[in-house]
């Protein structure tokens, strides 16, 4: 679970690290980005041990 966590923390902050340097960019391309970035989150956690089983 905490590496799933430090995970999440740090493509977070890579996201919001490189919007920082594309002001025009953000508008447009953020919202999409972040849902690229939930989607990886999620096929992730989903190759990840759980410990719950499936």
Do not use: V, W
């Not at 902050?13 to 508008?27: D, H, P, R, V």
């Amino acid at each position: 679970m905490e590496s799933i966590t430090l995970i999440e923390n740090e493509a977070l902050f890579l996201l919001t690290f490189s919007g920082a340097f594309c002001n025009t960019c953000q508008q447009h391309g953020y919202q999409r980005a972040a849902g690229d970035l939930k989607q990886q989150i999620d096929q992730i956690r989903n190759i990840l041990p759980s410990g719950k089983g499936t």
